[in-house]
């Protein structure tokens, strides 16, 4: 499924209301790693209506910096 805010194929249910009533889901982009339940506000997991600037484009996703590793615990 497409990714609500960078707009790749790479979108996929990961969770659910645990009684199966229907109530909720939740998505995760493996692209982005944006997660949203699909009972927030539509100008949230609407594309068309959200904030520009809070979209990626493949081009802002290549250009993130990496984050640094979080060292071993020590003993
Ligand atoms: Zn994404």
């Not at 960078?6 to 969770?15: I, P, S, V």
């Not at 659910?16 to 927030?40: H, L, Q, V």
Request: hydrophobic share 35%; charged share 30%.
């Amino acid at each position: 499924m497409k990714c609500v805010r960078c707009l790749n194929d790479t979108a996929a249910k990961f969770a659910e209301a645990p009684d199966k009533s229907g109530a909720w889901e939740m998505y995760i982009c493996s692209k982005c790693n944006f997660s949203w339940r699909n009972t927030e506000e539509e100008d949230v997991i609407t594309p068309e209506l959200r904030e520009p600037k809070f979209q990626l484009t493949n081009e802002d996703i290549a250009n993130l910096q990496i984050l640094v590793p979080v060292p071993p615990l020590r003993k």
